[in-house]
């Protein structure tokens, strides 16, 4: 029974060394067909996120060109809508500054009041008295330096008010009016001495 029970042993080991063989095969199949599925499953979706940034780019450069050409239809329709004296452009000027937050109409009355004041400033005292005859047959609502002086501040204080977003904007208005403001002063010390 001894030689049985070992022949017996020793078929139940090659049994179960040849199913081990065989269970161990076929693990290693399915892991290597898993890893294969795997991998094409990683390749399609790297090919995808790749296409997927290409496409984003390609929209992100649509939407900076569109958003540059918005851009400059505002620039151009507020242009326009500047075309002329500033005293003609307060209105729509105020309107579209108060419904649509735009601080460019603002610095551009800001700009074209400071021209008006260059005439005062810069004109020789006999040409003032033209120059201000000039404004008035210009239909402007005043002749007096005062005038464009306080029209001046009064947008330099409105985009003080809105060009929180703006801040570099800010500093160039009030730079340029500050420097105005010291013509204005020494013009006036000037004109004390001469008195």
């Known amino acids: 029974m001894k030689k049985r029970e070992k022949i017996l042993y020793k078929q139940f080991d090659k049994i179960l060394a040849e199913q081990e063989a065989e269970m161990t095969e076929r693990y290693r199949q399915d892991l290597i067909n898993i890893s294969e599925i795997t991998l094409s499953d990683l390749t399609d979706t790297a090919n995808?996120?790749?296409?997927?940034?290409?496409?984003?780019?390609?929209?992100?450069?649509?939407?900076?060109?569109?958003?540059?050409?918005?851009?400059?239809?505002?620039?151009?329709?507020?242009?326009?809508?500047?075309f002329g004296f500033p005293w003609d452009?307060?209105?729509?000027?105020?309107?579209?500054?108060?419904?649509?937050?735009?601080?460019?109409?603002a610095v551009r009355m800001i700009d074209k009041y400071l021209l008006i004041v260059d005439g005062f400033l810069n004109g020789n005292p006999s040409e003032k008295g033209k120059y201000m005859t000039d404004l008035k047959k210009s239909g402007?609502?005043?002749?007096?330096?005062?005038?464009?002086?306080?029209?001046?501040?009064?947008?330099?204080?409105?985009?003080?008010?809105?060009?929180?977003?703006?801040?570099?904007?800010?500093?160039?208005?009030?730079d340029k009016v500050e420097?105005?403001?010291?013509?204005?002063?020494?013009?006036?010390?000037?004109a004390a001495h001469d008195v």
Do not use: C
């Open 140 to 174: 402007a609502p005043s002749a007096d330096f005062q005038w464009f002086w306080n029209a001046v501040l009064r947008w330099q204080e409105l985009v003080n008010s809105i060009g929180t977003g703006h801040p570099e904007i800010v500093k160039q208005v009030n």
């Open 48 to 82: 995808l996120v790749h296409s997927l940034g290409i496409e984003i780019k390609s929209l992100r450069t649509e939407y900076e060109d569109i958003s540059k050409m918005a851009e400059e239809a505002r620039d151009l329709a507020i242009d326009r809508g500047m």
């Open 179 to 190: 420097s105005y403001q010291k013509r204005i002063d020494e013009a006036r010390q000037n």
């Open 89 to 105: 452009n307060e209105y729509w000027a105020m309107n579209v500054v108060s419904e649509y937050h735009q601080i460019g109409p």
